[in-house]
């Protein structure tokens, strides 16, 4: 198997025309994902494993049916209906195993729409025409499109075929990633973006191997060049209790980042939430950071006065718990 970036020469693919991706969602009207009002495309398959992960649902690369037992009526439709027997009730949710031919027989026959399909596979052309259809709206705000994920960057072809068809229209495009990318393959997406979303999350390695999965020493090979290559870029901190609040962590990021990327226009703080609870459940996944806490919101102003002297131009913090 190809290792991710092996290989790369950095020019248009020869088969831009068949080329796909698999996303999980598209969110149109997104104010949170950069300037003005986007669309934020989530593209599937993420090769980190971080303990608050806000979207489960794109850790997997591939197509998958799950379970939604909120919804669910017990019915049976599914269970009676699927001719390969794929699924079984494991007595709190109904599974679907290796069996599964992804007909989508079941999603489309539940009444109660229970069965949801995660992710889906797109062509440049079909979605650079979906994308489209709210130009008016980019131009009035200052707006345009942004890749997440997952982690987007994994399926770099894809994004070096549609990326400058959008430009090529007008359109305002970004990238949301966490860096964790062989750095010729970064430096070929992030040098056609308009705009770098970029994450980091720990400065200690042996943490951050802890709390994702793997080394950040590939995260801050890449933000050191992208503060050398000057790219307009915000860095986004999840401010996790537990995880990354240390004063010493974000005093590190701080000063990381007034040495590697002196022209940084923006950082935000991001507060942690629990709204993808439900999301864990539905894909039968243990949520590690069940009954954690909001941020207070002395803490995070308190956060805010320490990333700002990483010199940044502007430190937002978001999502925290008012008035403690």
Request: charged share 20%; net charge neutral; glycine share 10%.
């Amino acid at each position: 198997m190809r290792k991710v970036g092996e290989g790369w020469g950095g020019s248009l693919p020869s088969n831009m025309d068949t080329l796909t991706a698999t996303i999980f969602n598209i969110q149109p009207m997104s104010t949170e994902d950069g300037p003005g009002i986007r669309t934020t495309v989530f593209m599937k398959g993420c090769n980190m494993r971080c303990l608050w992960c806000q979207n489960p649902e794109g850790l997997a690369a591939r197509v998958h049916l799950v379970h939604d037992t909120l919804r669910c009526i017990g019915c049976r439709t599914c269970l009676n209906g699927c001719e390969r027997g794929a699924i079984s009730d494991s007595g709190s949710g109904y599974k679907f195993n290796r069996g599964c031919a992804l007909c989508l027989t079941c999603a489309a026959n539940c009444p109660a729409r229970a069965i949801r399909v995660i992710g889906q596979t797109v062509g440049v052309e079909e979605l650079v025409q979906k994308l489209l259809r709210d130009k008016p709206f980019y131009d009035q705000s200052g707006g345009g499109v942004t890749f997440s994920g997952g982690e987007c960057l994994l399926q770099h072809r894809f994004l070096t075929a549609i990326m400058p068809r959008l430009k090529g229209a007008g359109i305002h495009v970004c990238i949301d990633t966490a860096g964790h990318i062989d750095p010729p393959v970064f430096q070929a997406i992030a040098g056609q973006a308009d705009l770098v979303l970029f994450d980091l999350k720990i400065m200690e390695d042996r943490l951050h191997r802890q709390y994702t999965g793997v080394s950040n020493a590939l995260i801050l090979q890449n933000a050191a060049w992208l503060g050398r290559a000057g790219i307009p870029c915000w860095i986004r901190v999840p401010v996790i209790p537990g995880y990354t609040d240390s004063e010493k962590n974000l005093r590190g990021i701080a000063l990381f980042l007034k040495e590697n990327m002196p022209s940084l226009a923006r950082v935000d703080l991001l507060g942690y939430n629990d709204l993808c609870a439900n999301d864990y459940a539905m894909l039968d996944r243990d949520y590690p950071l069940a009954g954690t806490p909001r941020v207070a919101e002395s803490a995070m102003l308190h956060f805010q006065e320490i990333m700002a002297q990483s010199g940044a131009g502007m430190v937002s913090i978001s999502n925290y718990q008012k008035g403690e």
